[in-house]
């Protein structure tokens, strides 16, 4: 048998790259919280389903390009390829700046962005660097919420590691000498 004729569905090889995956997403869902167990894990997983499906059905009922069906293990690994890129994708559309429309500046945020926002601050506080941009005081905030302990929390720990003066923006007016001095 030579190099070219291993099988990667099955075999010794097939068991290694299992292993690996597995290896792998035990590596990747250690430490996540609480919203990503929820909410991303099973949006993922039924992405991965849904593309296994639709597999099935194109490859194996409509265009038939084999005289066997395909095998179990290459639809579960095309379901799982495709449940990796849609956890991607929904950890990167999670962490995307959101932009409020031109006027709706003074909107109240509501209990589920309240707890959301609070729930991504918990997730990051200490772990990770989080910039927060925004055109009111932090203590302009707590009017705008409808949860008001869950942002003025979300706002402790935004300012809890501001000791050192680098971390804190403070804009200064210009000190070059005018033309009357």
């Not at 030579?2 to 035990?26: H, M, R, Y």
């Not at 430490?31 to 929820?38: E, I």
């Amino acid at each position: 048998m030579s190099v070219i004729d291993v099988q990667l569905l099955s075999g010794t090889v097939g068991a290694v790259l299992l292993g690996v995956g597995v290896v792998g997403l035990l590596a990747l869902a250690a430490g996540r919280g609480r919203r990503w167990w929820c909410r991303r894990l099973p949006a993922a997983l039924l992405i991965g389903a849904g593309a296994s499906a639709i597999l099935m059905v194109s490859v194996n009922v409509l265009w038939r390009p084999f005289p066997a069906p395909l095998p179990p293990v290459a639809v579960l690994w095309t379901g799982l390829g495709a449940a990796a890129v849609a956890r991607k994708k929904l950890d990167y559309s999670a962490v995307r700046p959101h932009r409020s429309h031109r006027g709706s500046t003074s909107r109240r945020v509501t209990a589920t962005e309240t707890s959301d926002f609070y729930e991504l601050i918990v997730e990051r506080h200490r772990k990770r660097t989080t910039i927060v941009i925004s055109n009111r005081k932090p203590a302009e905030w707590l009017t705008m919420t409808a949860d008001t302990l869950l942002a003025q929390s979300a706002i402790d720990r935004l300012t809890s590691n501001r000791t050192h003066p680098r971390h804190r923006r403070t804009v200064l007016p210009p000190t070059h000498p005018t033309r009357n001095s």
